[in-house]
């Protein structure tokens, strides 16, 4: 499993950010990064605004 | 930028700002990094504040002022209306405010009180010595710096990763999040009060906001809890919104984001680290507002490390002062409104339209929210009765 994030849908919020608790993701000027420490727990996509996350 | 400074401030934003003029004025050595190339932009707010709150930390200014309002519409989920006023020393309550600028304005104030300040600045760890914080490590277009400070200050928002890497877990439940998205449109006519639509159907576990922003032009944007994400999404819920409700509405502008609501947390300061405002997520539970509250405690947090460097101590010693500080002002807020965000969650919409039919009768015309609610329990005690130790 692993964390698509959609680039063309995010709006650059940072709301996956803070919930993230693996702290994995990092949002930098208009996109997120993922590291290898995601669990694919799915808070993120879960919270999204846009729906921009989807764990797969 | 230089080697070492006295203070970093990561984030410039409300909380950060406040907190670097704080300190630069008092002559420490700041320095001020914001990670985006623009201060304020991408807005991630609904850009609503008291009057009387804001004021107490910089003058009114027409430039990022967009509109005033007279004071908040409630509007219970079968559209019953209860007005009130947020501030009833004044007949005109709060401004919506153009964040882009007014971001910008208070780093400006930091910048001219003596901070140094860089955007496109990025922390990206932290640095230790002799196992206490001891300044960042930054990334400045492409390269890696290392920077030392005698204290670090996040002040990064929602997003935080300063306390994270300080020891200091600031991850947010589903539950302790609000999901928001929110337009800028133009074309209608907003009023003069900032409406707030409750229930169910609208914003689950959140509300649904209209602010003027003068010139036929209002913010118009939903928040819904986390927890209750996923299914339905704060954009979707908004977009139905206003194809229902508003169809002459032309979106000019959007905005996404997140509010923490999870009420004061366990620690904001660590050796050589503090954290103010979203970082310290010290936003309201219940309105969602966190500006004031982030100037607030940056100018609390500013002053600390003012005596911190009199004395020579970084350490949590020093640096409870702010803590303490913080909790028996803000933090108190805080957990008053989380107790009723708590309640309020739970409420089915019939219940909701209870609570507004019970202030028929009575003026609450000229009452802050606080009044408001010690006479919704006065009249339904039975539904509201676990907020009894909040009017002891
Ligand atoms: C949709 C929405 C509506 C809202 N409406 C209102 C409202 O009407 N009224 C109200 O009072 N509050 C409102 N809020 C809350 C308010 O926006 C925040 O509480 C406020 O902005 C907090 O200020 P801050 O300085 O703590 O953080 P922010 O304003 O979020 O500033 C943090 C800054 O830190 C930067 N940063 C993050 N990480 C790093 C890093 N590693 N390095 C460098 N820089 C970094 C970010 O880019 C950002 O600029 C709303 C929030 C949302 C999402």
């Known amino acids: 499993m692993s964390l698509n994030v959609n680039r063309y849908k995010c709006g650059y919020c940072g709301a996956c950010v803070g919930v993230c608790p693996a702290g994995a993701l990092e949002l930098i000027e208009t996109w997120v990064e993922v590291d290898n420490t995601c669990t694919s727990c799915g808070i993120c996509a879960k919270i999204c605004p846009v729906g921009a996350l989807e764990v797969k | 930028m230089r080697d070492r400074y006295d203070v970093i401030v990561v984030g410039a934003g409300p909380a950060g700002s406040i907190t670097a003029k704080t300190c630069a004025e008092a002559g420490l050595d700041v320095l001020l990094i914001e990670k985006r190339q ?145 337009f800028l449109v133009s074309n209608i006519d907003p009023g003069e009060y900032s409406t707030f639509y409750l229930g169910n159907n609208y914003a689950p576990g959140g509300y649904l906001w209209i602010f003027p922003k003068g010139g036929h032009m209002a913010n118009v944007g939903i928040g819904i809890l986390g927890s209750k994400s996923g299914d339905v999404r704060a954009i979707s819920l908004l977009q139905r919104y206003i194809h229902n409700n508003m169809p002459q509405a032309k979106i000019v502008e959007m905005v996404v984001g997140g509010v923490p609501v999870s009420g004061p947390i366990e620690q904001t300061v660590t050796d050589g680290l503090m954290l103010v405002g979203d970082a310290a997520r010290q936003s309201d539970p219940l309105t969602g507002g966190g500006i004031t509250n982030a100037m607030d405690a940056g100018k609390m947090a500013g002053e600390v490390c003012i005596k911190a460097k009199e004395i020579g101590d970084y350490s949590v010693n020093t640096l409870k002062e702010y803590e303490d500080k913080w909790r028996a002002t803000i933090g108190k807020e805080l957990g008053k409104s989380l107790q009723v965000k708590n309640l309020l969650i739970k409420l089915t919409d019939e219940q909701l339209n209870k609570l507004a039919y019970s202030l028929k009768g009575v003026d609450v015309s000229n009452m802050a929210l606080p009044s408001l609610l010690f006479i919704l329990f006065k009249k339904n005690p039975k539904m509201l009765w676990e907020l009894r130790t909040l009017f002891k």
Request: charged share 30%; aromatic share 4%; proline share 3%.
């Open chain 2, 38 to 182: 623009e201060i304020g932009d991408p807005v991630r707010c609904a850009e609503g504040v008291g009057k009387d709150a804001l004021k107490k930390h910089i003058e009114p200014d027409n430039r990022w002022i967009a509109a005033e309002v007279k004071g908040s519409l409630l509007i219970a989920p079968d559209g019953t209306e209860i007005k009130i006023s947020e501030d009833t020393s004044s007949m005109k309550a709060g401004y919506v405010l153009e964040r882009k600028v007014f971001d910008r304005a208070l780093a400006q104030m930091a910048a001219m009180a003596g901070a140094e300040v860089m955007v496109k600045t990025r922390a990206t760890g932290l640095l230790r010595s002799n196992g206490r914080v001891a300044g960042i490590e930054a990334m400045y277009l492409g390269e890696t710096y290392n920077i030392k400070a005698d204290i670090v200050i996040g002040a990064d928002g929602i997003e935080s990763k300063i306390g994270r890497w300080g020891g200091i877990d600031t991850s947010l439940k589903p539950a302790d999040i609000e999901t928001c998205a929110q």
